[in-house]
């Protein structure tokens, strides 16, 4: 999924991140490229069976 | 004498302070000395506590003078991470963000622990910038430097901690590991630093990185230490959501127990095809295989899932969380963080919704097939860097190695996991490797890693400061 340098301002923008967008627009851009490049690298299901692990319960992951 | 004071195991230390044939406040004065003398070197120690840590020194040989009932690390020193709460100072996270804010109202949990079994605090350590941004040279103090050769590394995020240890200024501290932090400083610094299981030591009154793998453990010298102090810091918080409300067993009592018997995993493919570790790090693992098959232990190779599965899985976990503690700080003071927290944390920000669940998702699955894989096993053995400590203020040397690990997978699944010294290389930096365990078995984590401690000398070794 690739994004446009005004689309992606405007992501940024409406994230709040107007001061880095400002200061260090490559580091937004390298940030969005990162994000997207590593969930793509997620392997993902597609059994509706399979549900998250849930984050509080200590025991969840015994 | 002041050297050998400084490097006394915490057990004999404790030992020796119960006997009455060591003054805590001697101790006491006798490692603040050597950091006097030495931390301007390492930046170990981001705050040292010289007045109030003889004030509660002096204390606890009251209480000896006076017979009381001493706990198990009385009259003890420790360093704590300063992410690590302590009533009437402030918590840093080693960050510009955090740098003004008040003094804290309360101790976070394992403080109040250590404080209850006598220890005594020294100070607080540094850290990379709120456990993930770092090294970092852009920050209010300075990275902390490794014992071994000031121009390393010394692992992270818990430097402080992993480097005042190695150096002999305190016997123990505490770390926090929410992709390696605790066993990343104990490898580069040839110390013991154990991730015990998720929801074993209470989490409370430590600044978050991510809720979900975020663990808080002991660094010592020795694992028979390490496990001491397990005991101390282990227990149910009800204050802590993630904390686990099970049985704590004495974590020493099988120190002596020895290997022979136990069958062991080792997982070769972390480090022969899904990355290709350095030839030592990975001769330093075939060594102390055969050290325990030495002594009885059988070892079988087992597989489980990529690395890279693994390691995708934990940053969309780890950065969405991570995002969403910082997402008002980062609109509105970027400029107080380093270059290193921002391209770190930044991704976070545009994950989504879905990547967050389907990681979650993902995660159910490698723990249940991890679980799987060492039911019949008592123990796994697993290399925990690829390379040794690299050169400290090298960013292209930190880009390339930094990921270079196996430790990720165990915040993942909860497991506890130690790291502890396999020898030196060529340059004289540690090697190490990861002993990793079923679900609230560390006691069992412990007896392997004293077996092979045992058999070898590598603890023994000290940094040339």
């Given at each position: 999924m690739s994004m446009n340098d005004k689309a992606l301002a405007q992501l940024a923008t409406s994230l709040g991140l107007e001061k880095i967008l400002a200061a260090q627009p490559e580091l937004i851009r390298n940030a969005y490229d990162n994000a997207r490049a590593m969930a793509g690298r997620l392997e993902r299901s597609d059994d509706i069976a399979d549900e998250p692990s849930h984050v509080f319960r200590a025991d969840n992951n015994v | 004498m002041s050297e050998e004071l400084a490097f006394l195991s915490l057990t004999e230390a404790a030992a020796r302070i119960r006997a009455g044939e060591l003054s805590p406040v001697a101790y006491t004065q006798t490692l603040l000395d050597r950091i006097t003398a030495h931390d301007g070197q390492l930046d170990s120690f981001l705050r040292v506590l010289a007045d109030t840590a003889l004030a509660e020194a002096a204390a606890a040989e009251q209480k000896i003078a006076a017979g009381e009932k001493l706990g198990p690390l009385h009259g003890v020193p420790f360093g704590l991470k300063d992410i690590v709460d302590v009533a009437g100072l402030p918590t840093t996270a080693h960050s510009q963000i955090l740098a003004q804010e008040p003094p804290k109202v309360a101790d976070a949990a394992v403080t109040t622990r250590l404080r209850d079994a006598g220890g005594v605090l020294l100070g607080k350590t540094a850290t990379h910038e709120f456990a993930i941004g770092g090294p970092s040279f852009d920050l209010p103090w300075p990275p902390a430097r490794n014992p071994w050769n000031r121009d390393r590394y010394p692992g992270g995020s818990s430097s402080g901690s992993g480097a005042a240890v190695a150096a002999g200024f305190v016997p123990m501290a505490i770390g926090t590991d929410t992709g390696g932090s605790v066993r990343n400083p104990a490898s580069c610094c040839g110390i013991v630093g154990m991730k015990a299981t998720y929801g074993r030591v209470s989490r409370r009154g430590v600044a978050p990185l991510s809720y979900s793998l975020d663990h808080v453990g002991p660094m010592t010298r020795t694992v028979a230490d390490n496990a001491l102090m397990l005991n101390v810091l282990a227990g149910y918080d009800p204050e802590d959501p993630g904390s686990a409300d099970v049985d704590v067993p004495d974590f020493t009592a099988q120190l002596d127990t020895g290997v022979a018997g136990l069958r062991l995993g080792v997982i070769r493919h972390f480090h022969n095809r899904d990355m290709i570790a350095d030839g030592e790090m990975a001769a330093a693992l075939e060594s102390a295989l055969v050290v325990l098959e030495d002594q009885g232990a059988e070892v079988v190779e087992i597989e489980t899932e990529p690395l890279a599965t693994y390691h995708a899985c934990n940053r969309v976990i780890l950065l969405s969380e991570a995002y969403s503690i910082h997402r008002r700080w980062l609109a509105?003071?970027?400029?107080?963080?380093s270059a290193s927290f921002l391209e770190r944390v930044l991704p976070g920000a545009f994950l989504t919704g879905n990547d967050y669940v389907d990681s979650l998702r993902l995660r159910r699955k490698l723990t249940a097939g991890f679980n799987q894989t060492i039911k019949d096993l008592d123990g796994v053995i697993v290399i925990s860097?690829?390379?040794a400590a690299f050169v400290i203020d090298d960013s292209d040397e930190i880009a390339k190695k930094y990921p270079r690990q196996a430790r990720i997978p165990f915040n993942l699944t909860g497991n506890p996991a130690l790291a502890l010294p396999t020898g030196f290389d060529d340059d004289g930096m540690p090697l190490a490797m990861q002993i990793v365990g079923k679900q609230f078995d560390e006691a069992m984590i412990y007896r392997i890693a004293a077996a092979y401690e045992g058999a070898t000398n590598w603890h023994q070794r000290r940094p040339p400061l």
């Open positions: - | 509105e003071r970027p400029e107080d963080y860097a690829m390379d």
